[in-house]
């Protein structure tokens, strides 16, 4: 059974970077889609970017687009979600999930396994 792990949150200034990671810790990872997703308090869940299990589609939120990027090495069982230019609103818990199917896409109901999350804060 797969099993997820999340890693590189932190406290950044705005304009700063992270990259966070997603470790499969049990399971393979190849075989899988990956999302990251992010939460505040108060909110829903809501997905930041995927990648499909071949790495050839990925999706990312309006939000995020063109300030992050995912990519992922099955070799070594991750995936990476580089995040660039962030801003307070990227402040949250980010988690990652895995689903199986073909492609990706930003449903959280779509994923069956997650990660415990890691928390990223944006602050001057």
């Known amino acids: 059974q797969l099993q997820v792990m999340e890693s590189g949150g932190g406290l950044v200034q705005p304009g700063g970077f992270l990259r966070l990671s997603c470790a499969a810790t049990?399971?393979?990872?190849?075989?899988?889609?990956i999302s990251w997703f992010r939460q505040v308090p108060g909110k829903e869940r809501e997905g930041v970017s995927c990648?499909?299990?071949?790495?050839?589609?990925?999706e990312f939120a309006d939000s995020v687009k063109g300030r992050f990027t995912i990519s992922r090495d099955n070799a070594q069982k991750s995936v990476y979600l580089e995040m660039g230019s962030l801003k307070s609103e990227d402040t949250g818990v980010y988690y990652c999930?895995?689903?199986?199917?073909?492609?990706?896409?930003?449903?959280?109901?779509?994923?069956?396994?997650w990660g415990q999350g890691t928390q990223v804060t944006v602050s001057s």
């Open positions: 999930a895995a689903g199986f199917g073909r492609d990706c896409n930003l449903h959280k109901w779509w994923y069956d396994i």
């Open positions: 049990a399971g393979r990872m190849d075989y899988a889609s």
């Open positions: 990648i499909s299990h071949t790495g050839t589609y990925t």
